[in-house]
């Protein structure tokens, strides 16, 4: 359509400037042309003559107004056949039409549409084929994805998605629903393990506080009725119920204390000095336990994250087992050191220690053997699982193993070392 305008403006200029020889000028101009062109001249009555003609089936006639719009520019006429022309306005109402078929155009333009969209037509099914080439293995995965979402949904977390292999979107949603897969595992295993502590903790508290009850029932059922009648017997009742009491008070409290332990958040903890508290308790031990002989290898001022508080009740039941379990005069020895990591507290003692088999058993003996022996000296029967508790909430480990000495090491590690 340019070369075809260019070729139009051409004819007009060629007759610009040359007023007395126009048709002329014209007319050479048409003949000189590469594109085939119709030249039509009109009198000022719009009488048409054809000075050149080319292609087009049909002479000129186009409407006073494109005449007048054809002076500035070559415009399109739509008709029984379009074309292009351009108006050269000879003066005294008289002009000059030079104009161009489009039939050629107009045919090469609807073929190359069709062709173009066929073209289309073909990439679009050449993008779906390679589409589904590329997209069909994260289809697979996709539909893997679906399945495991399904197994999930329905409480199984005993599910394994294959590694990522690339770094697609679907890769990506793999890898975070393996993730949290691994967290609902995680938070199942720690639900689970907090359900199992529940039920020990109440089948502790039942089994410990039915003892002390029934001895008080029994008394007080005796101590109401005719039968105990001589004032010592009566004496010797009422002390039993008031030891069951005491006894029964300290177990309590050591359940409440297993019960709300682990509330106190992490960022309340402190730096506490675990030397000092170990010789604060180690001092008050050896005040009260004149006849044992103490060794002690103590490094000073080791410290942890930590709560003092629940350090020192990890101490008091360490030296309280010690007092109540061991004779008088068995030896004890201590240490305090710090190792890779955190800081190694070893406790040992002379006593009859644990029986072979339970070393080998794991915590749950330990604290089978701490209540059964805790009923034959007065105590909770808890203080293990106390122990136990306070090493875990200071990133640590508790280890029973047979001491030196003859009796039982106990190894506490903590982890928490402060910088």
């Known amino acids: 359509m340019a070369l075809l305008d260019k070729s139009l403006d051409q004819v007009a ?4 400037g040359h007023t007395n020889a126009a048709l002329s000028e014209a007319l050479y101009s048409v003949q000189q042309s590469d594109i085939a ?10 009488k048409a003559s054809v000075l050149s003609v080319s292609r087009l089936t049909v002479t000129p006639n186009p409407s006073n107004q494109e005449l007048k719009k054809g002076i500035k520019g070559p415009i399109t006429h739509v008709g029984v056949e379009n074309y292009r022309m351009r108006t050269i306005d000879l003066s005294d109402g008289e002009y000059l039409v030079v104009a161009a078929s489009l039939h050629d155009i107009d045919k090469r333009y609807r073929s190359d549409l069709l062709h173009l969209l066929y073209f289309i037509l073909l990439c679009l099914v050449a993008a779906g084929i390679a589409t589904w080439v590329l997209v069909r293995r994260d289809m697979k995965r996709i539909e893997v994805l679906i399945a495991t979402a399904g197994d999930i949904s329905t409480g199984d977390t005993d599910v394994h998605i294959a590694p990522a292999q690339g770094n697609s979107e679907i890769d990506q949603l793999a890898e975070s629903l393996n993730k949290m897969v691994v967290s609902l595992r995680r938070t199942a295993e720690i639900e689970e393990q907090a359900s199992r502590r529940m039920q020990d ?8 506080l039915r003892t002390p009850l029934t001895v008080v029932k029994g008394y007080v059922e005796l101590l109401s009725g005719p039968a105990m009648t001589d004032p010592s017997t009566r004496a010797r009742a009422f002390e039993r119920v008031g030891s069951e009491i005491v006894r029964m008070e300290k177990l309590i409290s050591d359940l409440l204390f297993l019960a709300e332990f682990g509330e106190v958040p992490s960022q309340e903890f402190s730096v506490i000095d675990v030397s000092e508290i170990l ?22 001022h080791l410290t942890v994250q930590g709560s003092e508080a629940h350090m020192a009740r990890l101490m008091t039941n360490i030296f309280a087992n010690i007092s109540r379990h061991t004779p008088s005069d068995a030896p004890v020895r201590v240490s305090l050191k710090r190792t ?3 800081v190694d507290l070893l406790i040992e003692d002379g006593g009859p220690g644990l029986p072979v088999g339970a070393y080998s058993e794991g915590m749950q003996s330990f604290q089978r053997f701490d209540k059964s022996r805790s009923r034959e000296n007065g105590g909770s029967g808890l203080g293990m699982s106390i122990i ?5 909430e200071h990133s640590g480990r508790v280890t029973l193993e047979p001491s030196n000495l003859g009796g039982l090491g106990v190894h506490v590690f903590f982890g928490n070392l402060s910088v």
């Open 13 to 16: 200029t060629s007759v610009r």
């Open 37 to 46: 062109l119709t030249l039509v001249y009109y009198t000022a009555d719009r």
């Open 201 to 208: 903790f109440l089948g502790d508290a039942s089994h410990e």
């Open 279 to 300: 010789r604060s308790h180690l001092a008050d031990f050896s005040t009260l336990n004149q006849s044992r002989k103490i060794e002690t290898d103590i490094e000073d």
């Open 340 to 342: 890779k990591g955190g």
């Open 388 to 392: 136990f508790a306070i090493a875990r």
